[in-house]
Each structure stands twice: as structure tokens, then as C-alpha cells.
């Protein structure tokens, strides 16, 4: 049975950081491409970033380009996602996913797996 399980959330003022991790269990992990997605109040999932199995390639939402970091190691099975510079428009449950497509993806439907989230709430 795939589980993520994600962590690393919290209450941060605004040009805080936080790094979210996300713990795979029941694949090979290798074998799949994986993501974060957000979802706020009131609005829908949205896409954050994506890194491909062998970590070459990577994609970010415009909105958070040169301040969220998206890594993975294969070894302890999980992925990270570093976030700087946070904004209160960050706020929202941040998921992981996992997938066993090749290139990583932008949409929701394409993933498989998700886990159950973890909150970030950047404060003004």
C-alpha cells in the first residue's frame, strides 16, 4: 500500500522559510516522478513543483520560481520541498504526490498517489 506522508508545515511570518518533507513507503520510490501541489480557502489545488525520478528535471510554478527548492532523495525515500522568501498568498495544504510518469507534469489528474497534507500559514 503507497503512503505519503507529508510534514514540515507550520506558522512562519512573511520572508520566512520552511522546508516541507514528504516520506514515501510502499513503492520504489526511484521509480516515480514526484510533485507538491497547495490548495488554500476557498480556491482550488494548484500546482507547486515537480522532479523527475533520476532528479534532472525539475518545474516550478511561475509563482513561486526563485524561492521554492524541489529535491528528492532516492536513498531515504522522500522528497523536499525548500521554501523561501514566504508570502501570505503562500498559505495554504501543501501535497505531495507521486506518479510513475517520466516527465513531471503541471496537472492534478496525471498523479496517482497523494498524501493527506500538511498546513503552511505565512503570516503578514
Known amino acids: 500500500q503507497v503512503q505519503l506522508v507529508e510534514s514540515g508545515g507550520g506558522l512562519v511570518q512573511g520572508g520566512g522559510s520552511l522546508r516541507l518533507s514528504c516520506a514515501a513507503s510502499?513503492?520504489?520510490?526511484?521509480?516515480?516522478?514526484m510533485c507538491w501541489f497547495r490548495q488554500a480557502p476557498g480556491k482550488e489545488r494548484e500546482f507547486v513543483a515537480a522532479i523527475s525520478r533520476n532528479e534532472i528535471t525539475t518545474s516550478y510554478a511561475d509563482s513561486v520560481k526563485g524561492r521554492f527548492t524541489i529535491s528528492r532523495d532516492n536513498a531515504k525515500n522522500t522528497v523536499y520541498l525548500q521554501m523561501i522568501s514566504l508570502k501570505p498568498e503562500d498559505t495554504a495544504v501543501y501535497y505531495c504526490a507521486a506518479d510513475t510518469i517520466w516527465v513531471p507534469t503541471n496537472r492534478e489528474v496525471d498523479y496517482d498517489y497523494w498524501g493527506q497534507g500538511t498546513q503552511v500559514t505565512v503570516s503578514s
Open positions: 510502499g513503492l520504489t520510490f526511484s521509480r516515480y516522478t
